[in-house]
């Protein structure tokens, strides 16, 4: 069984950036979509990026172009790059695999096999 393990949030001011890594230990999972979630107090988990086993990466439109996926499979590492944080980024991120081999969009809760225990990121302004 896989389990995952996030690290990297922390706080920073608006326009600044972190990056998230989740390691995977156990079976491998680089067959399988993985993706990045978030949940803002109040608010039901939601699909930030995801990332196919070819590669292929999909974003929620509020972070194109300043979250970036992506995977290193040697070290069953996933990544998520985050520049021009904002205020409304702040939130539990979660890493997650999925039941399928393709990451749909959005990547769904009920489709998610395993998730790892979350890392907080703060922005301030």
């Known amino acids: 069984q896989v389990q995952l393990v996030e690290s990297g949030g922390g706080s920073v001011q608006a326009g600044g950036s972190l990056r998230l890594s989740c390691v995977a230990s156990?079976?491998?999972?680089?067959?399988?979509?993985m993706g990045w979630f978030r949940r803002t107090p109040g608010n039901e988990r939601e699909a930030v990026a995801g990332?196919?086993?070819?590669?292929?990466?999909r974003y929620a439109d509020w972070v194109k172009g300043r979250f970036t996926i992506s995977q290193d499979s040697a070290n069953n590492t996933l990544y998520l790059q985050m520049t021009s944080l904002k205020v409304e980024d702040t939130a539990m991120y979660y890493c997650?695999?999925?039941?399928?081999?393709?990451?749909?969009?959005?990547?769904?809760?009920?489709?998610?096999?395993?998730w790892g225990q979350g890392t907080q990121v703060a922005v301030s302004s």
């Open positions: 156990g079976s491998t999972a680089d067959n399988l979509c």
């Open positions: 997650a695999i999925s039941t399928f081999l393709r990451c749909g969009w959005p990547v769904l809760e009920r489709d998610v096999a395993t």
């Open positions: 990332i196919d086993p070819d590669r292929r990466s």
